[in-house]
Each structure stands twice: as structure tokens, then as C-alpha cells.
């Protein structure tokens, strides 16, 4: 077990830092990898039980460290599961990148932590992964959350431009701190809060030669679109979580409810940006806890297929 310390980047910020962000990264976690179709899969648990509980997918170009301290909060009485996807955080790179595999990399790491129909919780591109997860591996998981994820029905979740993903791929850095001053949420979004931004930015790098480099793996970005024939066969119960600046518009909103399952329960998010654990983390908490509590069956293991 690892006992994590809030970061030198998050520290020397100058900005006050409460509690319970310090409590969150402090909490013991242990990070386990596993082998998917050739590549080393690494994956961060939060263990408070023998096998229920939560995996949580990151968005992307994002990682798992993205979840440190919103997992805390959901790992009170349950297992919690935070992946890397390869190609991002500390995962492996492969030479190409599909939905599909991802998904089979959260399904092996969830039955590699030992866990009994965990809930699948999908930020972004994350929320499509969880999706295809849970309709391809259909009972392994007992209910999802898609948290502001448009399911690639909006534009402004379109992969960068080519030569805009090999820019912001090979940029290097001089410092830590250069780096992070230089990190950028994609699509942006006001009202960050600072601290937690920073701990972002920071575990989102690697040092090699004394230069710091971003960890994702700029040719994530190519990759085909979900097929609505699969994400069609999703299993439920189902929540939408829409951040009222976020990617999912009003419009957005109502094309997805017309293709989720009809009892599918929607939750907004007021105020928050498309990044919601970055500008409104306690709201995404209060969110999560709240369906969890009234799921009970989706972290017991119940078979609902």
C-alpha cells in the first residue's frame, strides 16, 4: 500500500489547499497492472471490500490520477478502480488505438482486482469506453454513468487536428513547473478550481533527460466511432450526469436520452464546465454518492441481466 503526499506542484502553488483534498490524496491506494492484448495495463485501487464496487474511466488524453480525490470518497465502504487506458497515465502505447480494446482492458483489469459486477462510472470518452464495456461484456458490470460523455454525438469532442495532436504530443519542458503552467483542458472552461488543476498537470507528466514530456500518446486520437449497434446492447440502470457548461448541450441531452435505455436517470451538474471533478469536484462527489446510495444492487453484485 502507497500512501500518497499532495504534490510539490499542488503545494508551492500558493493557493490554499482544504482538508479534504488532503485527506483524498493521502488515502492508501495500491497501483496493479495486467497484460491486455500485448500491452501493460496499469490500474490504481481504492480496497475497502472483498470484490464490490466502482471502476472509473478517464476521458481523453487524460489518465487515472485525474480521480485521486474523487475515489476516496466513493471507496468509503466499497473497491474502487481508477485505469490508465493504454496510451495514457502510466499504461503501455500500442501502435493503434480502438474503442473496442479499451473496453476489454476495463473489463480484464475489473476481473483482475477481484471485482463482482462493479459500476462503470465514464468521463468523456471514458462514458463511450464504459458504454461499449458494458454492452459487449453485458453481466460483468451491473450499471453506468456516463458523466458529461457525449458518446461522440458532439463536435467539440472531436479528436485534435493531426498536426495539432504531433504539436502538443512533442512539446517539452525545461521544469516541472513550466510544464504544468502550460498544461490546457480540452475543450477549455472558467472557474477551475486551482489546486486540484495543478495535481492534474503535474501527474500528467514524465521526466526522460531532465526534460518533462506529456504521458499520453498523441495517436490515441485516431480512432473510429462507437457503433450504435453495440452500444445499443448496454446494460442498465443507466445515469446521465450533464455539466451545464459541459459538451452534452441541451441538444446533446435529448439525442442521448433517445438512444439510452428508457428509465435512464438524468442529473445536472449547475455550473460546472465539461470537466466536472476540475471545477466542481464536491458537486461530482455529492452526484456519484447519491446514485450509489440509491443503487444499492449495482455494488452488491445483483444480477439484474
Request: hydrophobic share 45%; aromatic share 6%; charged share 20%.
Amino acid at each position: 500500500m502507497a500512501s500518497l503526499q499532495v504534490p510539490r506542484a499542488v503545494a508551492e502553488s500558493g493557493h490554499g489547499i482544504p482538508l479534504w483534498f488532503r485527506r483524498c490524496l493521502n488515502v492508501s491506494v495500491v497501483t496493479r497492472e495486467v497484460q491486455v492484448a500485448g500491452a501493460l495495463v496499469r490500474y490504481r485501487m481504492w480496497d475497502h471490500s472483498d470484490a464490490d464496487g466502482v471502476v472509473l474511466v478517464h476521458g481523453a488524453y487524460a489518465h487515472a490520477r485525474w480521480w485521486d480525490h474523487i475515489a476516496p470518497w466513493l471507496a468509503e465502504d466499497r473497491r474502487v478502480v481508477a485505469i490508465d487506458l493504454s496510451g495514457h497515465g502510466d499504461s503501455a502505447w500500442r501502435k493503434r488505438y480502438d474503442l473496442e480494446t479499451w473496453a476489454r482492458e476495463v473489463a480484464i483489469a475489473a476481473e483482475a482486482a477481484g471485482m463482482v459486477r462493479p459500476l462503470l462510472i465514464g468521463h468523456s470518452m471514458g462514458g463511450t469506453v464504459a458504454a461499449l464495456a458494458s454492452a459487449i461484456y453485458g453481466s460483468a458490470f451491473s450499471g453506468l454513468i456516463l458523466v458529461d460523455s457525449s458518446m461522440g454525438t458532439a463536435p467539440t469532442n472531436a479528436p485534435l487536428p493531426q498536426r495539432d495532436r504531433a504539436l502538443v504530443g512533442s512539446k517539452t519542458y525545461a521544469t516541472l513547473q513550466t510544464a504544468v503552467e502550460n498544461f490546457r483542458l480540452r475543450p477549455a472552461q472558467d472557474d477551475n478550481v486551482e489546486f486540484v488543476l495543478r495535481h492534474i498537470a503535474a501527474e500528467s507528466l514524465r521526466c526522460a533527460d531532465e526534460t518533462w514530456s506529456w504521458k499520453f500518446d498523441p495517436r490515441t486520437a485516431i480512432r473510429d466511432p462507437p457503433s450504435q449497434a453495440v452500444l445499443d446492447r448496454m446494460r442498465g440502470p443507466v445515469a446521465l450526469l450533464r455539466s451545464e457548461y459541459g459538451i452534452v448541450t441541451r441538444h446533446v441531452r435529448d439525442e442521448l436520452l433517445a438512444r439510452l435505455p428508457d428509465d435512464t436517470t438524468l442529473i445536472e451538474l449547475p455550473g460546472a464546465g465539461h470537466h466536472s471533478m476540475i471545477d466542481q469536484p464536491l458537486a461530482l462527489v455529492a452526484a456519484l454518492r447519491t446514485l450509489l446510495a440509491v443503487w444499492p444492487h449495482t455494488v452488491a453484485g445483483a444480477d439484474r441481466s
